[in-house]
Structure formats: structure tokens, C-alpha cells
């Protein structure tokens, strides 16, 4: 693509180099001001052509730590600087014409041959308005089109030339200047467009329309609750997107990013220019769970927290859960910990409900254990196998492993349940498990059971990890 804008930039310096050549024998052989001033037009447009096939060399270079956007904006610099040497041409042509209308005689020639050129000059301009429009199209480039401009502007301005030749050929040789005249008129016309587009861009005007069209795709995005602030601005080929968004606070950070992520790849696939960055900021939804406002404040505090249970007593929010400290912490510091979450979900469900937590070591992060013997272990499975039948709920117990730690046994095992169980009716067969194990262990300080359901593969389904409760 970057080969392309090159590829037609370097054709439009070949047309108008050809046309500034042929302009000016002509305007010089035969006299004819109007023609000097296309010549005129047809040097600027040289100069601009040149700007712009160096604006789109440097404008598509990569982003660098000294332009962190990207060079774009040379395109808008480079249009910038073409409308000043339009407005400077139209002040030459018209101070000029100006002269000659007031002049008493004017000798202006009209022949085949300055038509001629002026009619080429139409055709080629055409067909350079036509491929650089299109190629400013698909890359969006403000140089490119500013190129067109000056190429649709040049034919109107050669068709009043024509009118000024046929003017002097039918007797009226002034024709010439006013026709010189309109071509100016043409020349500020092509130049005010072209200068308002290119000063929005360089103060970072957001182009019409588009903060409207981002944010209705945004709001489209699944997970996307509501679009805050909407940021556009324009640099060359490149749409900048800052955009701030409000997604569910209950949410987790992985999700969060994956509707990041989405948002920015509908951004692109609506609209190939953009180049998004998306702050997604934590919104309290209507439809929140209490156990969901309860997580959050948890979150919120840098807890966790579990078995939470919510109760309505007398009409009387209750709630109760189990926080997760480090063990290593006294009891007064835990103590205020547990009292800071429940002013938060008080200040967050209001004053009146009762809260009530209980305090448990966290499991540390990794504490080293070995295997113990093997005919230990076999015993300890034994036992559990002869528990899960007098159970009736537990088919097996299998998969047994026993690791010591520095703080005691830590106990896994895998077992098969009747798969119309519910989670309830399993968790509470894996805890009457654990107590049992407990009452004959003593030295056992954690026991993680893995219910399966018997029809399905072992490890086909999710899973349910029930720590023991109680501890600390």
C-alpha cells in the first residue's frame, strides 16, 4: 500500500513537470496571461507533488519513542504548505490581470496550438485527479488528496483559459486577463478547502461523524455496559481512538481484558484506520448479587474471601463468609483486616445489615512436602475407601496422595459420585470424608477431595475442590 501512494505521488510529479513545461512555451510564444498562469499553477502544483511524494515516504514510517503517533501528520504539514503557495500563486495572477485590464493595449495570441496544449493539460489532469483520488481512498491519505484537489481545480481553471482564448479569438484580447482572474478565484477556492481540512487536522478536530460511529460500535460489544469518552483525532492515514469504557466491576481482570480486546478488533474491522487504546473503567451494575458486591469489596481490599452465606432474617440483610489472612499475622492485624471489609460492606449494603466473618490461614505459597511411606498411605486409603461405602454417596476413593509439610499432612484424593447429585449433596459427602480422616489423623492440616461423576471419563469434568473448613 505504502508502494502505491509512492507510485502515484512520483506520477503526478512526471504529469505536472510535462504540464509546467508546455504551459509556459505556449503562454511565452503566444503572449497569453492566462496561460502564464496555468504555467504558474502547474510549477506550484510541481512543488506540491514533490512535498507530497515526501510526505508519504516519511508519513508511513513505524511510530519511534520520538513520535510515539507515528508521522502522519507530515502529510498535514506538507498540505499545509501546498495552500500557501496556492494563495501566493493567486495574489501573482491576479495583481497581474488586474494590470493588464487596466492597460490601454493588450497583444494576446490565440492559436490552435495553445488550445491544444490546454486541452492535453484537461486530460491529463483528469486522469491524475481520478487515480490519486482513488488511492486517497483506500489509505486514507491527506496528502494524496490534497494532490486530487489540486488536479480537479486545474481542469476547471484550464476550461476558463479556454474561454479566455476563445474570447480573444472572437476580438476581445481582456478576455484573456479575466479568464486569468477566474482562474484565481478557482486557485483560492481549491486552496480555503484544502487549508480548512488540513488546520482541523493539525489541532486534532475529530472528523465529522466519526466519535458518533465509534461509540456505536463500541456499545455493541458484548460485555460493554457504557461507552464514557469518546477520543478522535486524525494523523495522516491513521485514525487515533482514545476511548474510556464502564464494564461490570464484578468482572474478572482476564475477562476485562478479552473485552478490551474485542472492542479494539471491531473498531478495526469497522474501520481499518483506527488505531485504538481502551481504559476500561469498573461500573456498579442494577443487577449485582449481594454475593457478587460482597466479592468486590473483598477485591477491593486485596482479600479473599470464601464460603460466603446470605441471609435474609426478620427482613435483615445477613451475610457471613470466611477470610483468608496470611497465617503468620497476629490476631489483632487479622482482627482489623476483618473489621475493614465489614465497614466496606456496610458503606456498600448499608448500615443496618449484620456481618459476621471468620478468620483462616491462607495456605502459603510454596511450601515444600515429600511423600510419605508408601504403606502409610496405602492405610490411609484403606480407611477412606471402607468410609465412602458406609457413606452410600462416595463409590470409591482413588488417586490417593499424602505429602508432609512443615505444617502437617496435606491429603489429595480423587473419588467417583452418582452423577444426579447435586454440588450441595457432594460437598457435604467430600466434607464428612475430611472430618473422618481428621479424627483418625490428627497430624493432617489440609484434605483436597475431587468428586467425579462416575458415567464420564476421570478428569472430563469440572471439578469441585473443597478445602476443609474450620481452620485457624
Known sequence: MANEKEAVALGSILASAAMTVGKFTVGIATGSLGLLSEALHSLLDLGATVLTWFAVRISDQPADAEHPYGHGKVESVSALAETGLLFLTSAWIIYEAAHRLMADTVTVEATWWSVAVVLVSIAIDFYRARELSRVAKETNSQALEADALHFSSDILSSAVVLVGLGLVWLGYPKGDALAAIGVSIFVCLAGYRLGR??????????????????????????????????????????????????????????????????????????????????????LALDDETVLERVMVCAADLGVGVHHVTVQRVSGRLSISFDLEVNGRLSIRKAHALSSRLERALK??????????????????????????????TAAMQARMEAWAVESGQLLDVHNVRVRQTPSGLVVNFHSHVPPDLTVSEVHDAVDDLERHIRQQWPDVCRIVGHPEPAHEPVGGAASVTSPLRGEG
Open 197 to 282: 481540512r488540513t488546520i482541523d487536522t493539525l489541532i486534532d478536530a475529530a472528523p465529522a461523524g466519526a466519535a458518533e460511529r465509534v461509540e456505536g460500535i463500541v456499545r455493541a460489544v458484548p460485555g460493554i455496559a457504557a461507552v464514557q469518552r469518546v477520543r478522535v483525532r486524525p494523523a495522516g492515514s491513521a485514525l487515533f481512538v482514545d476511548l474510556d469504557v464502564a464494564v461490570g466491576r464484578a468482572l474478572p481482570l482476564n475477562r476485562v481484558a478479552e473485552i478490551k480486546a474485542a472492542v479494539v478488533e471491531a473498531l478495526r474491522a469497522a474501520m481499518p484506520e483506527a488505531e485504538a487504546t481502551v481504559a476500561a473503567h469498573p
Open 347 to 376: 458503606e456498600e449494603l448499608g448500615d443496618d445489615i449484620e456481618v459476621e466473618s471468620h478468620i483462616e490461614p491462607m495456605q502459603e505459597d510454596g511450601v515444600d512436602g515429600v511423600d510419605i511411606a508408601a504403606e502409610r
